[in-house]
């Protein structure tokens, strides 16, 4: 074993092996896997072997297409076959919602390139044989299903790579891994040593373990998962003897099953609910080729709509179940990244679909190791996206959640119970009284609406309970004054003696002068986005000088945390701290506003003494308080940043106060739709980091002249010079009882030309609207589009100017 090299990847399963081909075709060939026993000793071995496009997330579902590109090539390279089986599948649904939602998948996979098509259940009985179509409403066929042998891609994966240049060393247990101060990272085996520059996780099974010795506890949980192989079956032999061809997949969501051929026989798996986590704490060392108990009790209830659905199963008999573990993050999708804190270690784990989603995890990360980016839009499946709220406790209710729930459809406007209520702020209770209705944000609950006694959200595609409140929170607002809780912002405090330098090259915009604000871009190498802050100057006398203050997107805090700390000066001169719940939010926005506040302060309210993007500290009544003349609902409005301690003074204050002028509570939903008619954009819809600051319309806040060699800057003014490729647009469409929600595609001129990125119906304006990316060429085409909304197309039509305060009167005024 060499005892230095550039990387060492630890696990031999499909994701180390994958990441381990991807680094050396990548032309990094240092690089050496360490597997404590044979490859494949984890879930890999007994996997059922499936392979998919589809996922919620149309990101993963390109890198899942990827995967499935990719297992020619690895044959080829390594000689080894992968045992591919390209049969095509049916996706079943039994419901009306469900076909609903297949219909939306189906909308997705236009702009994706992945060929589906809506069928009936006859079609699919013709296309399926073992179906029963009297118990389905309708199908979708999708050409890109299949099935292949774990072991053969494992192998051909690391053959491959060996065939680069890298080196494999099974029976090699990492037993430790120790930072030393140069920065390198000694991993310790029971077979010596070897020092690295990066470390990967990709420990599957042991994932947790593997984090364990850098001091990280990953959020990630084994869960037993059974699938059953049949005897062979009359039905399966005459279908292969009359078509020549195997039976082709299913997914059949309403019974949560998946189906396949196995030889003469078939296989069936389940996504049971009375689900099992396994090895909750403590994954077993000398564990590996063991499978579990089967316990056919628990997966009976699945099993009873799976014979019902697919009678011929009722005639055999069943040969073998297989139980064996494998791992899930909270919400099912993989965790891949650099880890904030803990530079060149990086992870690749609780990748749940191993075989559709395991060579986009290998690139992505590869991408990410030598370019410094994962060259896609990888949100859904960073690290980062979750902070240290996401504890083994909250792990082990979320995922038993997301497995149980593993086919259920999520509606749009349906929230998930469980792990909550984890972190609340202050007036939790003060809100949940008014009728809060709660949702969730990096753990943090969040008002997104208030219900009258007895009303509570319905579940569905379309417009539902909630419509006509929403629509009285906008009233409030635009009509009078309306007060919001804006805790979930991510916070940030900038301070030292180099702060105003570095933010000057971290962010792409003009620094604003003391007691004032900006909106700041934030811009990779690429001249992409990474992020968009307001920045406050605190500088003021008023404000005691007391340095900088971002406010960003909540869900992003750790994501930019490990970017800020990333490009930290190493003298010490800048400190950024994220200032959590160590700091709440309130909002007061509407016309007024401003006549609410005067009555709480002594400071000069008037707009000449604060205006438009003024920040200052003042005092609200009793508590302090940094108060921002700036609302995201695009009116006349102030964010209010307070201590915890004092919030609820706060509140209490403004809501006195505001009662003469029938001040009401609005949640997140009516800021949706508040800023929908603004065309105003947010971080992780509009602004992603595959877009430039022009095509996302950002451009305006970005300071290309400025002396400061910002990040991003060259690939930016490269970007206006070019003209970029695409451009955000808000639309306004002809829906009728359903308003878009995101991911929708965008159809011009009977083609799809693009996609949605968020939307909704704007209750002031009285529209429904949509945001999202077209080409350039056609992005001022004021007719032509159409936008695809639960397997209809609706006409659309470019908004150019806000449908509120185009001239900005309100705001500034
Ligand atoms: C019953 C069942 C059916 C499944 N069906 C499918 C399916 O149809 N399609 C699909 O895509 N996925 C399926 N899966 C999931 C799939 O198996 C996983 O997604 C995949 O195997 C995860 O691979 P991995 O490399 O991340 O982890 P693992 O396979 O667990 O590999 C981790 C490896 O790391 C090694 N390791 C850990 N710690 C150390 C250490 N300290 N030192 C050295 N080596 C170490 C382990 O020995 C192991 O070999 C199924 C899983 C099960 C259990």
């Known amino acids: 074993m060499k005892s230095h090299a550039k990387v060492v990847v630890i696990g031999g399963g499909v994701v180390g092996c994958s990441v381990l081909f991807h680094l050396a075709r990548h032309g990094w060939t240092d690089i050496v896997l360490l597997e404590r026993d044979e490859l494949t000793s984890g879930s890999t071995w007994h996997a059922a072997g499936g392979m998919h496009t589809i996922n919620g997330d149309p990101n993963v579902a390109k890198l899942q297409k990827y995967t499935i590109s990719l297992y020619k090539e690895i044959e080829e390279l390594s000689g080894q076959a992968t045992g591919v089986h390209l049969t095509g599948g049916v996706l079943l649904a039994a419901t009306e919602a469900r076909l609903d939602w297949l219909r939306g998948v189906v909308a997705k996979g236009r702009y994706l390139g992945i060929d589906l098509e809506e069928i009936s259940p006859d079609e699919a009985a013709e296309l399926m044989p073992l179906l029963d179509p009297k118990q389905f409403v309708g199908a979708v066929r999708n050409k890109e299903d299949g099935h292949l042998d774990p072991s053969g891609v494992t192998h051909a994966y690391a053959k491959a790579a060996r065939k680069l240049g890298a080196e494999v060393e099974r029976f090699t247990k990492v037993e430790d891994i120790v930072r030393r101060p140069d920065g390198l990272w000694r991993v310790l085996t029971n077979k010596g040593e070897v020092v690295a520059e990066h470390v990967v996780n990709a420990g599957g099974l042991w994932a947790r373990e593997v984090g364990r010795m850098v001091g990280l506890e990953l959020p990630v949980l084994a869960m037993e998962h059974m699938y059953l192989i049949t005897e062979d079956m009359p039905e399966v032999a005459a279908w292969n003897q009359k078509t020549g061809t195997e039976i082709i997949h299913a997914v059949d969501f309403d019974g949560e099953l998946y189906l396949r051929q196995e030889r003469g026989g078939m296989l069936m798996g389940t996504y049971e609910k009375a689900n099992k986590p396994w090895s909750e704490f403590q994954t077993p060392w000398n564990f590996g080729h063991e499978l579990l108990e089967p316990d056919i009790d628990r997966i009976a209830p699945s099993l009873e709509v799976g014979f019902r659905h697919f009678p011929a199963f009722q005639n055999t008999g069943i040969k073998q179940i297989i139980n064996g573990p494998f791992t899930f993050a909270p919400d099912g999708n993989p965790l891949v990244g650099p880890v904030r804190g803990l530079p060149g270690f990086w992870v690749a784990c609780g990748v749940m679909a191993g075989f559709s989603q395991g060579g986009g995890v290998g690139l992505a990360l590869s991408n990410w190791m030598i370019e410094g980016d994962p060259g896609a839009d990888i949100w859904a499946m960073d690290v980062s996206r979750y902070g240290d709220w996401a504890t083994m406790a909250y792990t082990n209710a979320k995922v038993r959640e997301n497995y149980s729930r593993r086919f259920s459809i999520r509606f749009p406007n349906e929230e998930l119970p469980a792990g909550r209520p984890l972190k609340t702020t202050p007036v939790y209770d003060l809100l949940s009284a008014k009728g809060a209705q709660w949702g969730v944000a990096y753990g943090l609950e969040v008002p997104l609406w208030y219900a009258p006694e007895g009303v509570k959200d319905e579940f569905s595609w379309r417009r539902s309970s909630d419509f006509e409140h929403v629509a009285s929170e906008v009233k409030t607002v635009r009509g009078g004054v309306g007060l919001a809780e804006i805790s979930s912002f991510a916070k940030y405090r900038v301070t030292g003696e180099g702060a105003a330098a570095w933010l000057d090259r971290l962010l792409a915009c003009k620094l604003p002068k003391p007691g004032r604000m900006t909106l700041a871009p934030m811009l990779k190498e690429d001249g992409k986005l990474i992020g968009d802050f307001t920045l406050a100057n605190l500088g003021s006398p008023d404000s005691n000088g007391e ?267």
């Open 547 to 813: 340095g900088w203050f971002l406010a960003g997107s909540g869900i992003a805090e750790q994501y930019h945390m490990r970017w800020f700390e990333a490009h930290l000066p190493k003298d010490g001169s800048v400190t950024i701290e994220a200032l959590g719940a160590k700091l709440t939010g309130l909002s007061i926005a509407g016309p007024n506003a401003r006549d609410v506040l005067a009555r709480v302060t002594r400071a000069d309210m008037s707009n000449a003494a604060f205006s438009f993007m003024a920040v200052r500290k003042m005092d609200i009544d009793m508590a302090p308080c940094l108060v921002g003349r700036v609302s995201y609902t695009g009116d006349l409005g102030y964010e209010i940043w307070v201590a915890p301690e004092y919030q609820r003074a706060a509140y209490q204050t403004l809501m006195a106060a505001g009662e003469e002028f029938g001040i009401g509570l609005f949640g997140s939903r009516a800021l949706n739709a508040l800023r929908l008619e603004k065309n105003y954009g947010s971080w992780a819809r509009e602004y992603r980091p595959i877009y430039g600051p022009l095509e996302a319309g950002l451009d305006r806040f970005v300071a290309y002249g400025k002396d400061a060699d910002f990040i991003g800057k060259q690939a930016a003014l490269a970007e206006r010079q070019q003209g970029g490729k695409l451009r955000l647009r808000a639309f306004v469409v002809d829906a009728a009882d359903a308003d878009v929600i995101g991911d929708e595609p965008i159809w011009f001129d009977g083609a799809v030309r693009g996609w949605v990125t968020s939307g909704g119906y704007a209750h002031h304006s009285k529209t429904s609207i949509a945001m999202g990316y077209v080409p350039k060429e056609i992005a001022d085409e004021a007719d032509g589009f159409e936008i695809e909304l639960l397997g209809k197309r609706y006409p659309a039509h470019v908004q150019p100017s806000p449908l509120f305060d185009a001239n900005l009167e309100r705001m500034r005024g």
